[in-house]
């Protein structure tokens, strides 16, 4: 489908650049993200898909909007609270932009929601076993992949582009460690903006990935918001990982 005028008002900004343009446009016009965890970084991930024209998004989350959440999950209102999460955000997100076609699944991710078709996977959730899931699902079927994590004034992302031979997993980049090695948001606390900062940083991969443009194979990059420090670990594939290994 051509852009219409609509789409040449709304995306203007995008058309405008060189390097996205009409093509570009179209490009992530006909793409299909799955979204798994509507909180403090699935609202600004989202957000800014929603609004750069993404054409369709699934959004995953078993949970409730609860008071505790709106210091940070900036989708959400207080009347919102006792909602599913994935209810409000639609209502939101077609609010910003009725073009997206959006699908809600109010439960945990599972067989039936990973196994429809997706352009990419963005890893919103706060817990290692959902990570390891989404990681294995995006390896075996070459599904580009974007994990994220914050607590406290810290937060790191990786993107996976798992069509490049290079690229290592997720379990590669954590040594196959199964027990979370750090704290979640709601035993240890985290600031608000920087999840604002590493959604943010997803979203713009997964625009990058869609377009062609990603080419950071195995650099998880850290963020220590109360120094105001970056950090890039680099990791190679692990010849011996227990996901990814069988493909090389
Ligand atoms: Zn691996």
Redo the contacts with the bound molecule.
């Keep these: 489908m051509p852009l219409n005028d609509d789409d040449f008002m709304r995306y203007s900004r995008h058309l405008l650049m060189d390097d996205i343009g009409e093509s570009g446009q179209e490009k992530l016009i006909n793409s299909r993200i799955l979204i798994v965890g509507l909180g403090g970084l699935g609202c600004p991930v989202s957000t800014y898909l929603a609004g750069a024209g993404v054409g369709f998004l699934a959004l995953c989350d078993p949970d409730r909007v609860d008071k505790t959440n709106l210091q940070r999950q900036v989708l959400f209102r207080s009347e919102d609270c006792g909602e599913f999460k994935v209810s409000c955000a639609k209502d939101r997100l077609k609010a910003l932009n009725d073009s997206v076609n959006i699908e809600i699944y109010p439960r945990a991710v599972d067989t039936e929601i990973l196994n429809y078709h997706y352009d990419l996977i963005i890893d919103c959730t706060d817990n290692l076993p959902a990570r390891h899931v989404l990681n294995k699902q995006c390896?075996e079927n070459k599904i580009p992949f974007v994990s994220a994590a914050a607590v406290g004034w810290e937060g790191q992302l990786i993107g996976f582009d798992f069509n490049n031979y290079s690229s290592?997993?997720f379990?590669?980049v954590i040594n196959g460690q199964l027990q979370d090695p750090v704290m979640n948001c709601s035993n240890s606390g985290v600031v608000g903006p920087v999840l604002g900062v590493i959604g943010s940083l997803q979203a713009t991969i997964a625009i990058r990935m869609l377009l062609g443009y990603f080419q950071q194979h195995g650099e998880m990059q850290r963020y220590d918001g109360k120094r105001g420090q970056w950090l890039t670990m680099t990791s190679m594939?692990?010849k011996a990982?227990m996901?990814?290994?069988h493909e090389l």
């Design positions: 390896s290592p997993c379990n590669c594939r692990d990982c996901v990814c290994s």
